[in-house]
């Protein structure tokens, strides 16, 4: 197997390593080209495509998918190819040591290529599911050769970045582009549409400005600020506006809060030191891995649905679906957010099975990454001890260290697991802009981009003390 893998890597595209490591300015122009041709690929429409439903917009945020365009798949394929691969390395199914570098670059050439399948199966599942309407011979052989075609341009953007021509990871920069753009889009939007419909006005229709600022300039200037603070057909009024910004500042919050274990170097003595262990321990690992599955679940029910609509053995799973594409019953229904105040008021028993499913699931796959992810009291007491530290007042060795840390990861596992499952899915049912999950991963990217920027910064200034810093 190591022999294929290697020798099926040589034949895939590949995106050359820097030979000399660019300048912060650089890899800013680097950066802005990816997030560029990314949104240009995300307004870039499929051949001849009609369909307006969206069937899958369980998918959007997560993905950085964008329906009906190039970006159809978005994110999704290199991300399932790189969650299997590593609940196998979890779980030691593969047997590689990635602290050797020739497994290491095993493992990265086996994500790549499990990446290429994952593209064919998703774009071939979207074609003959009928996710993207009722395509001809020569229109599905096109879209189809587009959807393939745009996922490696990402894929290759992300191995760009990462390879060092740019700033962090080409997944995380077209995530947060994706719900900035939301964000931005329900802010300042002056499109006008339909009362009626929710979409674009065509002529003749009753129109109101979309976007939350114009429609309040425009309240304030007929005297009717009254009717920007709750309006209908979810468009952003002001209550969604401060619910969302309370949102980001709370996430914020809770982003600094961290218990921090003191810790003492034995090489160097007089070397004291913390180790901190933040309260969003496995960071929205949980929710991106339950938004994956409810996407899934949602993904295969739409397409079985559509070969069997009248299957009584699937209603249990799925009813059916309104002129929008919403599910109107079943345990899809169910596992998905009601859309906004109005809905959550109208059937609170969705609701709270929406809240309780997210939590649930959101605790029981961060107890699951700590242990598959290297994040377990065990496997980081090995870490300390690899790094020739210890807790003062301790025996060092790996069982003491390993008890200390019991006391903290487990039980801070378990609540980050609770208040990021909280977040993610009351702020849905408030319909807050850019969804719940998609304001958790912003703030979790930015704050991320802004650690990068600040040890970039330090790089070019002083390449000792960013070493140094990045140790600690």
């Known amino acids: 197997m190591r022999e294929f893998v290697k020798s099926a890597a040589t034949i895939l595209p590949e995106v050359p390593k820097p030979k000399q490591k660019p300048g912060l300015n650089e890899k800013f122009i680097w950066t802005g080209l990816a997030l560029v041709l990314y949104l240009v690929m995300a307004i870039t429409p499929l051949y001849d495509y009609g369909n307006k439903t969206d069937q899958f917009a369980f998918l959007r945020i997560i993905f950085a998918s964008s329906q009906g365009t190039l970006m159809e798949l978005g994110i ?26 020739d497994d290491r670059a095993i493992f990265g050439s086996s994500t790549k290529i499990l990446t290429f399948v994952v593209i064919a199966v998703e774009s071939g599942a979207y074609i003959l599911g009928g996710a993207l309407g009722s395509l001809g011979s020569n229109q599905s052989i096109v879209i189809f050769f587009q959807l393939f075609m745009a996922s490696i341009v990402v894929l290759l953007l992300d191995e760009m970045i990462q390879k060092g021509w740019g700033i962090g990871s080409g997944i995380s920069l077209f995530i947060l582009g ?114 994956a599955l409810t996407a899934n679940v949602a993904f295969v029910a739409r397409l079985v649905y559509n070969d069997a609509p009248h299957a009584s ?65 065990r496997a980081v007491a090995k870490n300390l001890m690899n790094a020739d530290v210890q807790v003062p007042g301790f025996r060092r060795s790996g069982l003491s260290l390993e008890q200390v840390l019991n006391r903290y990861i487990p039980p801070i596992t378990i609540i980050g697991g609770i208040i990021i499952g909280l977040v993610a899915s009351i702020s849905d049912l408030f319909g807050v802009f850019g969804t719940g999950i998609g304001l958790l991963l912003m703030v979790d990217i930015i704050l991320q981009y802004y650690q990068m920027l600040v040890k970039e910064q330090l790089e070019e200034f002083s390449p000792t003390l960013a070493g140094v810093l990045g140790q600690t």
């Open 76 to 101: 999704g394929p290199i991300v399932t190819a790189g969650l299997i691969l590593q609940l196998l390395q979890g779980s030691d199914l593969l047997k590689l040591d990635l602290g050797n570098p």
């Open 178 to 291: 994706g719900v900035a753009q939301t964000f931005m889009w329900y802010t300042f939007s002056p499109q006008l549409v339909s009362t009626t419909t929710g979409q674009a006005a065509t002529a003749g229709q009753p129109t109101v400005i979309f976007g939350f600022f114009p429609a309040f300039i425009s309240a304030a200037f007929s005297h009717n600020l009254g009717s920007i603070v709750l309006r209908p057909n979810q468009y952003p009024d002001l209550v969604t506006f401060m619910l969302s910004i309370a949102v980001i500042l709370f996430i914020i919050y809770i982003e600094g809060m961290r218990v921090e274990v003191p810790i003492t170097s034995v090489k160097f003595k007089g070397f004291q030191g913390v180790y901190p262990i933040k309260l969003l321990y496995v960071s929205n690992i949980p929710v991106i891995l339950v938004s």
């Open 313 to 377: 053995w699937l209603h249990w799973i799925v009813s059916g679906y309104d002129a929008n594409g919403n599910p109107t019953g079943g345990l899809v229904y169910y596992i998905s957010p009601p859309q906004g105040l109005t809905a959550t008021a109208l059937d609170p028993v969705r609701a709270i099975i929406f809240v309780a499913f997210l939590v649930t699931f959101a605790v029981l796959f961060a107890r699951i990454w700590v242990e598959i992810g290297g994040l377990s009291s």
